[in-house]
């Protein structure tokens, strides 16, 4: 554990862009979902596969896509 500290400064429009940042990622990852309520994705055709290598090295699904 770690007594560390940092302060930050935060400006109304950075607490605004995180905002909408988060709610356009919530509104995509829901755009996949065929019935939101109960988390039944749509159709595999529905999802892109990533190939840049950068990207999909981060990725915690790549064994998904791996298939």
């Given at each position: 554990m770690s007594d560390q500290k940092a302060e930050f400064?935060?400006?109304e429009g950075e607490i605004?862009?995180?905002s909408s940042y988060i709610k356009g990622s919530v509104a995509d990852m829901k755009?996949?979902?065929l019935d939101v309520d109960n988390n039944?994705?749509?159709d595999e055709k529905f999802f892109k596969k990533i190939e840049d290598e950068r990207t999909?090295?981060?990725c915690n699904f790549k064994k998904?896509?791996?298939l």
């Open positions: 400064t935060i400006t605004r862009d995180t755009s996949l979902l039944v994705p749509k999909r090295y981060k998904i896509c791996d």
